[in-house]
């Protein structure tokens, strides 16, 4: 399960850094993971996906690591800029059966604040 | 203009009190899902459907009702079962073959 706190782990970077934030899925049968970022206030905005048979995948600015053995994912965010201080969440997906059909379940991680200073 | 809308963005209710929580798409996707999230944590699931006059519970489901009377909407009613109901509600909506779920921008339920 998932632990819960008020206290999310938060990663502080200058203006211009690369950022990289990790997070540590649970289940081994999960086959595609997506990255979410959410600003105060707002729902969540996909930022990019991955799946199982995928090591690595890059799209504008944003790079998502996927590592099975460790079963570790991870985020890096180049050039970072102040517009992407937000909470940025990881989920897991597994495909699950209700009605006899299949659906994907996402299970959150309890996100990382990342804080990008001018 | 395409997307996911939830109405209201803010909502007070008085102990006691059920309220309706509105999630409408646009998008033809086929699953909607309702999450709610507190200070701090990840999102949790309540409810989701897969299809319009079915549902399934989440992992929080009590305390909840849910409909799904049209493809496009999914309303979240808060009965006073819910013991503490004050939260972040977000509703999803994913095409069902994908496992891609898009948010709308939530509605903050405070009970006073």
């Known amino acids: 399960g998932e632990s819960v706190g008020l206290h999310l782990p938060t990663l502080s970077v200058q203006e211009g850094d690369n950022s990289i934030i990790n997070c540590a899925y649970s289940?081994?049968?999960?086959?595609?993971f997506i990255w979410y970022k959410q600003e105060s206030g707002k729902g969540p905005q996909f930022i990019i996906d991955?799946?199982?048979?995928?090591d690595k995948r890059q799209g504008q600015r944003v790079t998502v690591l996927l590592n099975k053995t460790v079963k570790h994912l991870s985020l890096q965010i180049a050039a970072t800029q102040p517009g992407d201080s937000a909470v940025y969440f990881c989920a897991e997906n597994i495909r699950a059966n209700a009605g006899g059909t299949s659906y994907g379940k996402l299970t959150f991680g309890q996100g990382t604040i990342l804080t990008v200073h001018p | 203009d395409g997307g996911i809308t939830q109405s209201p963005k803010y909502l007070f209710r008085k102990e006691g009190q059920n309220v309706t929580l509105s999630c409408e798409q646009n998008?033809?996707?086929?699953?909607m899902y309702w999450y709610r999230q507190d200070p701090g944590q990840g999102l949790r699931l309540i409810y989701y459907?897969?299809?319009?006059?079915?549902?399934q519970k989440g992992d929080i489901a009590e305390g909840y009702s849910v409909s799904r009377e049209k493809k496009e909407s999914f309303p979240l009613t808060v009965t006073s079962a819910q013991k503490n109901p004050t939260a972040f509600y977000l509703c999803?909506?994913?095409?069902?073959?994908?496992?891609?779920?898009?948010f709308g921008p939530g509605t903050r339920l405070t009970v006073l």
């Open positions: 999803a909506s994913s095409p069902l073959q994908l496992d891609t779920q898009y």
């Open positions: 459907s897969q299809i319009v006059n079915d549902f």
């Open positions: 289940n081994s049968a999960s086959d595609y």
């Open positions: 998008l033809n996707h086929d699953a």
């Open positions: 991955i799946r199982s048979n995928m």
